[in-house]
C-alpha cells in the first residue's frame, strides 16, 4: 500500500516563524503536491512538483515555497507565517496521470 | 488544468437511499476522477474514468460521464452511515501532467 506520510498531525506556531511542513512518499512517485483546504472553499493547490528540483506553481503560491532535493520528500515552507495560513495542509503523491495518494494532513494554527 | 465543480454543495439522505452528486468541467479530459474525504482525513481515490468511457462501476459506485455535455455524475446505491463524508471531483486534461485541481466538493451526509 501507498503510504504518504506528513510529518505533524497538528502545529501551533507564532506570527513571523518559519514553518517547515514535510511530507515523504514511499511508491516512488514522480509528482508530489502540496494543498491547503479552508472551509467552503475546497482543495486549493499551493504547489506541485513533477520531478526532483523541478516546481511550479499552483494557484495560490504566495507566501509559501517548496523544496524537493530527493524523489520521496517533499517540504512546503512558510517563510514568515501569519495568521491567514492558518489551515489544513494536505499533501499528496502520484505517476503522472495517475490517481493521487494523499496524507492525512497537518493542521496548522498560526497565532 | 482545471478544477471540476460538484453539485450540489449538501446533501443530506436516509440510510438505504441512493446519492446522487454531478461534477461538471470546462475543457476536454483525459480522464476524470472521484475522492472522498472523511472528516479531517486526506482524500480517497474512488473510482477514475476516461474520456473514451461512459459509465464505471466500482461496488456501489456507479460513475457516468457524459463528454458532449462535459459532465460526470457519482451515484452510491443503498448508502451506509459510513458514507457520511465529501466528495470530489477531478478532472484530468491533456496537458495538466497531472496536475490535479479540485472544487469544494459535495458534503455528503447519511442519517442511521
Known amino acids: 500500500d501507498v503510504k504518504v506520510t506528513q510529518s505533524s498531525r497538528y502545529l501551533v506556531k507564532r506570527t513571523g516563524e518559519k514553518v517547515f511542513l514535510e511530507c515523504v512518499q514511499d511508491m516512488d512517485h514522480e509528482n508530489m503536491f502540496w494543498y491547503r483546504q479552508d472551509p467552503g472553499l475546497g482543495l486549493r493547490l499551493i504547489y506541485f512538483s513533477y520531478d526532483v528540483k523541478m516546481k511550479e506553481k499552483g494557484d495560490i503560491p504566495e507566501g509559501y515555497s517548496v523544496s524537493r532535493e530527493k524523489k520521496e520528500r517533499f517540504s512546503l515552507i512558510l517563510e514568515s507565517a501569519s495568521t491567514n495560513q492558518t489551515s489544513m495542509y494536505l499533501c499528496?503523491?502520484?505517476?503522472?496521470?495517475?490517481?493521487?495518494?494523499f496524507g492525512n494532513g497537518t493542521r496548522l494554527t498560526v497565532t | 488544468s482545471q478544477q471540476g465543480e460538484e453539485d450540489p454543495q449538501a446533501l443530506s439522505i436516509q440510510e438505504g437511499e441512493n446519492a446522487t452528486m454531478n461534477c461538471s468541467y470546462k475543457t476536454s479530459i483525459n480522464n476524470l476522477q472521484w475522492y472522498r474525504q472523511n472528516s479531517g482525513r486526506g482524500l480517497v481515490h474512488l473510482i477514475l474514468?476516461?474520456?473514451?468511457?461512459r459509465e464505471k462501476h466500482s461496488g456501489r459506485l456507479r460513475v457516468t460521464l457524459d463528454t458532449s455535455k462535459k459532465s460526470s455524475s457519482l451515484l452510491i446505491t443503498a448508502s451506509r452511515a459510513a458514507d457520511t463524508a465529501s466528495y470530489f471531483c477531478?478532472?484530468?486534461?491533456?496537458?495538466?501532467?497531472?496536475?490535479?485541481?479540485f472544487g469544494a466538493g459535495t458534503q455528503v451526509v447519511v442519517t442511521p
Open positions: 499528496a503523491s502520484s505517476f503522472i496521470n495517475s490517481p493521487l495518494h
Open positions: 474514468i476516461r474520456s473514451n468511457e
Open positions: 477531478a478532472p484530468l486534461t491533456t496537458d495538466s501532467w497531472g496536475k490535479f485541481q
